[in-house]
């Protein structure tokens, strides 16, 4: 499980209406924040392993573009003031970094206005850089639709077919698996798009016990051209935050015994079950 160490990324769980989060909107911008978005009297100390430096009103403004809530500022020595995010009770600083171990106050702060901030033609113009950047590549997390099983069912197909598994599914029969499942009432699941594309999706179903709903996640696929992308870790989260908000009390899965799998699982905070064991009969 990728590890955050901005400023509030443990309850940073407000979503835009692409179904995105400040730690997805970190990893998006990642990729995206350079020197030239970076304040000009920083830039000769910019590096991609000091990433965050100099982007903090660009980067807050934009985050304010996409959850609204307000944007306020912690003076600094020297007189400028270091932008963050608040949405409602959620507070979060994505440029937190780059002030390494040293920790602000992000107390009564003043709100930062963006009229004053882009009264600076040089501030805009990067503000604008980033905001067309972040939107050229911006995903979108949407519920799981029905429309596209086809594409589901190839993305399984491509993804079973090869490494770890290497299970040949015919796609056609794929289609199926994946139908039968998105055709349960008790189904939910969740779909990765970009740039238009499905990329990947999760799905599973729930059952009640007398102890409470669980949630058993039956499919979770990347297509191959989109994987190592981090899209499956997010989905999962996703996924995760979503059925515990509807008042799922467990979720469990099955998965290789072995390889890679229980590693990536464990991350996420899962462990074998030690009550139960996985049996089968062949016919």
């Not at 602000?104 to 905001?131: G, I, M, S, T």
């Not at 698996?177 to 349960?184: A, F, I, T």
Request: aromatic share 12%; with cysteine; proline share 4%.
């Amino acid at each position: 499980m990728k590890t955050y160490h901005f400023y509030g990324h443990q309850t940073a769980t407000v979503k835009t209406e692409n179904g995105l989060t400040p730690r997805d909107c970190y990893d998006v911008l990642s990729d995206i924040w350079s020197a030239d978005t970076c304040a000009p009297r920083m830039r000769g100390d910019w590096s991609p392993d000091n990433k965050t430096l100099g982007q903090c009103s660009i980067t807050a403004f934009l985050l304010q573009d996409l959850y609204g809530g307000k944007v306020y500022g912690i003076l600094r020595p020297g007189g400028n003031y270091h932008c963050f995010n608040a949405v409602g009770d959620c507070v979060f600083d994505l440029t937190s970094e780059q002030f390494g171990n040293v920790k602000l106050d992000y107390n009564d702060c003043p709100e930062q206005l963006r009229e004053v901030h882009f009264a600076k033609e040089e501030k805009r113009q990067r503000y604008e850089k980033l905001k067309a950047a972040f939107l050229a590549v911006m995903p979108t997390i949407r519920p799981i639709r029905k429309e596209h099983l086809e594409r589901y069912g190839a993305i399984y197909a491509a993804a079973f077919s090869g490494e770890p598994w290497n299970d040949p599914w015919d796609p056609r029969d794929a289609v199926i698996h994946v139908g039968e499942l998105l055709n349960s009432k008790q189904a939910y699941g969740l779909e990765y798009v970009v740039d238009h594309e499905v990329a990947g999706f999760i799905l599973g179903t729930s059952m009640l016990f007398h102890y409470g709903r669980t949630f058993e996640i039956n499919d979770l696929a990347v297509a191959p051209e989109y994987q190592r992308q981090g899209i499956a870790g997010r989905l999962l989260t996703h996924c995760l935050d979503d059925v515990k908000e509807q008042g799922i009390v467990g979720v469990h899965l099955i998965t290789a015994g072995e390889g890679i799998l229980p590693k990536f699982y464990e991350d996420y905070g899962f462990s074998k079950e030690k009550r139960v064991i996985l049996m089968g009969k062949e016919m």
